[in-house]
């Protein structure tokens, strides 16, 4: 059965949703997402934004993306939150603009989902958050998450741990 647009805005338009029940609508409910991010409510806006990035769908970077350029901050917000619900592939470019943004709270959701891509190409301009944020806050979570992107580029590399041997009698 397709999902519709008052589905969504049904169980969305809420002031807690329940953003795992949402997700099982799939990706049918991507397009409706998509046009509540561009729609004049930045609070249902910023909801649309965060379901996205749950529904496993090529075009969920796309909804991402369009609530990146918003106007408003908490849009924009949710989206950078967003980040770390994707692959790295596809949530690279966005974060490595995001940490860019005027608002320290997309910012801050930015340096967060950075840390948890723990991607070599995002280290540099989390240093430069570290030693040269406005922010005394955003400059101590960005030396926080360097230290996360290390360990997740470890555990990355490690090898998987060994199989116990079995014994022989």
Same mark, same amino acid.
């Given at each position: %059965?397709?999902?519709?647009?008052? *589905?969504v805005?049904? =169980?969305?338009?809420?002031?807690? $949703?329940?953003?795992?029940?949402?997700? #099982?609508?799939? $990706?049918?409910?991507?397009?409706? /997402? @998509?046009?509540?991010?561009?729609?004049e409510? $930045?609070?249902?806006?910023?909801?649309a934004?965060?379901? @996205?990035?749950?529904? *496993?769908?090529?075009?969920?970077?796309?909804?991402?993306?369009? &609530? #990146?350029g918003?106007?408003h901050?908490?849009?924009? !917000? +949710?989206?950078? &939150?967003?980040?770390?619900?994707?692959?790295? @592939? *596809?949530?690279?470019?966005?974060?490595?603009? /995001?940490?860019?943004?005027?608002?320290?709270g997309?910012?801050? *959701? +930015?340096?967060?989902? &950075?840390?948890?891509?723990?991607?070599?190409?995002?280290?540099?301009?989390?240093?430069?958050?570290?030693?040269?944020? +406005?922010?005394?806050?955003?400059? =101590?979570?960005?030396? =926080?998450?360097?230290? =996360? %992107? #290390?360990? !997740?580029?470890?555990?990355r590399?490690?090898?998987?741990? #060994?199989?116990?041997?079995?014994?022989?009698?």
């Amino acid at each position: %059965m397709p999902v519709t647009l008052q *589905q969504v805005l049904n =169980q969305l338009d809420t002031d807690e $949703p329940n953003y795992p029940a949402l997700a #099982a609508l799939g $990706p049918e409910a991507v397009p409706h /997402l @998509a046009s509540l991010v561009r729609g004049e409510d $930045p609070g249902l806006a910023s909801k649309a934004a965060y379901l @996205a990035s749950l529904i *496993q769908s090529d075009d969920s970077i796309e909804v991402l993306t369009t &609530a #990146a350029g918003s106007p408003h901050d908490t849009v924009r !917000v +949710a989206a950078a &939150a967003g980040l770390r619900n994707l692959g790295a @592939a *596809q949530a690279l470019p966005l974060t490595d603009r /995001l940490l860019d943004d005027a608002d320290a709270g997309v910012r801050k *959701q +930015a340096l967060r989902a &950075a840390g948890r891509l723990g991607l070599n190409t995002l280290e540099a301009k989390v240093k430069t958050v570290a030693s040269s944020d +406005a922010d005394t806050a955003l400059r =101590q979570l960005a030396t =926080q998450e360097l230290k =996360q %992107m #290390a360990d !997740v580029r470890a555990d990355r590399e490690s090898p998987p741990p #060994a199989k116990p041997k079995k014994k022989t009698k």
